[in-house]
């Protein structure tokens, strides 16, 4: 009896052991999604759409703070008033503009095992990127910081189904404001060998991810616009204003070859009107506008058409995300980008305050919404928490399992002479089973997928090892994954060519902007 209660603990022992040293994850994939796109609009919606976005540009215009933008938009004819810096351009102008964008272009970086496809049928899923606070279930909630940025990278690095990172996993608060790209950038390029996104305030911090990209790959900037690592999301200060940062940022990018995103922000009921098909007609008004400007200086310069509409809560006035409007925007978003032969930008995002169902569920509703809508970058695909002011340690663990479902449900189905098994019906009786069988046994370690987060043992299983819920097995899984991370090599004189660049910039800099 003894004997048999000591075998019964040494199991649950081995049994907690193992699952306790192995991430679950994919092995690196090329996503495509073998799915035709969900479309919540007919084509006549759509044209409607489409007309009334030109109105509004031929109309009512848009507010351009920069004096070299507004310039260009006249010399094409358009209406300039520079005393209220509204720019009013005809629709036929805009569509010529968008008409020279690439369809689908390439982001390499310093290891291009992880280069990126965007466009087409391609699926490209990012780390949250932009929360000014962190979070886990150890430390609580606090500022965002360098050593918390450092951690996210880790992780981002980790797992294989992200594939970049955005601008800045979390503002790290207490590094200087005018200078702490530079020591973003760096550990992007240590901790990482993925995609990522320079800072698009200005041309000083382009200026920056150019040269520190180039000095990790070992290639001139020459070299770079022609195979280009970097990309930048620029947003529109909706309603319908370009200010000067954003646009001078985007032309930098482009200047140097590099992919820019345009991204209005736009939530019904405070930066829309209320109605989702106001909120539509306002979103690519605004894209256009911004993606026009782009080609209007660097033709067939690579463009990503971004949408970002969700709505609020009308009795807060809170931003709500993971809603049946924010899917149906995700959708419908994907139909106009598709329109313009435009690759597209979406998010996974929800409003929850912690890790709860709430979070998953909501997250659930915009991940499948993205990834219907044939979504090219998911943004925020991993980490996104409490309306995006919140980066999640727990959270970005549970995306990662949901990411890989998602995953593993889009792969095909095989439907080989082995894959079909009449053979393996064959060898079972009626009424037998197929555990032991040849077919099962060359297969069970494989058959399936295998959880990372998931608990799939019995009650009693699950207590004997703890009864420990998702949200705490995550805690387990990204301190494991940090305590394990080992940086991706990167040849020593490239590194200390960084860190000198880096030195001389911050020197450079001193207390101005960049």
């Not at 690095?157 to 760096?186: E, K, W």
């Not at 809170?318 to 924010?326: D, H, L, S």
């Not at 297969?443 to 009650?459: G, H």
Request: charge should be negative; proline fraction near 5%.
């Amino acid at each position: 009896m003894r004997r048999g209660a000591r075998t019964s603990k040494r199991e649950v022992r081995k049994a907690i052991r193992s699952a306790e040293s192995t991430l679950n994850q994919l092995v690196p994939q090329v996503l495509d999604n073998p799915y035709p796109p969900l479309c919540p609009l007919t084509s006549d919606q759509l044209e409607e759409i489409h007309n009334a976005s030109m109105t509004v540009l031929e109309s009512l215009g848009m507010e351009v703070t920069s004096d070299r933008v507004r310039a260009m938009f006249q010399s094409l004819g358009g209406s300039v008033d520079d005393a209220t810096q509204i720019v009013r351009i005809d629709g036929e102008t805009i569509m010529a503009l968008i008409a020279k964008a690439p369809h689908h272009f390439t982001l390499t970086p310093r290891n291009a095992a992880n280069q990126l496809v965007i466009g087409g049928r391609r699926i490209n899923c990012g780390l949250v990127s932009g929360p000014p606070n962190v979070h886990d279930r150890i430390n609580g909630r606090r500022p965002g910081n360098f050593f918390d940025y450092q951690s996210l990278i880790k992780l981002g690095q980790t797992f294989n189904v992200i594939n970049f990172f955005g601008n800045q996993s979390i503002a790290p608060t207490d590094l200087p404001a005018n200078t702490r790209h530079l020591d973003t950038y760096r550990e992007n390029i240590m901790l990482s060998d993925k995609v990522f996104s320079a800072v698009p305030i200005g041309k000083g911090r382009i200026q920056d991810a150019v040269r520190m990209v180039t000095l990790s790959r070992g290639i001139t900037t020459g070299e770079l616009s022609e195979d280009p690592s970097l990309f930048g999301n620029i947003n529109v200060n909706s309603p319908r204003k370009l200010d000067e940062a954003m646009s001078d940022a985007a032309l930098e990018l482009a200047h140097y070859g590099q992919a820019v995103i345009v991204t209005p922000f736009t939530l019904l009921g405070a930066m829309t009107p209320v109605t989702l098909a106001a909120g539509l007609v306002q979103q690519n008004a605004e894209a256009l506008f911004g993606l026009a400007m782009i080609q209007a200086f660097y033709p067939g310069a690579p463009v990503v058409y971004g949408g970002f509409t969700s709505n609020v809560d009308m009795r807060s006035g809170a931003p709500a995300f993971g809603t049946p409007e924010n899917a149906k925007a995700n959708l419908a978003g994907g139909q106009l980008a598709r329109r313009y032969g435009l690759p597209y930008r979406t998010s996974a995002c929800n409003a929850s305050n912690t890790t709860d169902a709430q979070a998953v569920y909501e997250t659930q509703m915009s991940m499948w919404s993205a990834v219907l809508g044939h979504g090219n970058l998911l943004y925020h695909a991993a980490g996104w928490l409490e309306g995006g002011l919140v980066a999640s340690f727990e959270k970005l663990i549970i995306d990662v399992e949901m990411l890989q479902n998602l995953i593993s449900m889009l792969s095909p189905i095989r439907t080989s002479e082995e894959e079909l098994g009449i053979d393996a019906i064959e060898a079972v009786a009626p009424g037998g089973h197929f555990f032991g069988t040849e077919h099962t046994m060359a297969r069970y370690e494989t058959a399936f997928y295998t959880p990372l987060v998931s608990d799939w043992q019995n009650n009693e299983n699950w207590q004997a090892a703890g009864g420990k819920d998702a949200t705490e097995r995550a805690t387990s899984l990204w301190q494991q994954a940090i305590e394990t991370f080992e940086a991706p090599l990167i040849d020593g004189a490239r590194r200390e060519a960084i860190d000198e660049y880096v030195d001389r910039r911050k020197t450079q800099i001193g207390t101005s902007e960049p």
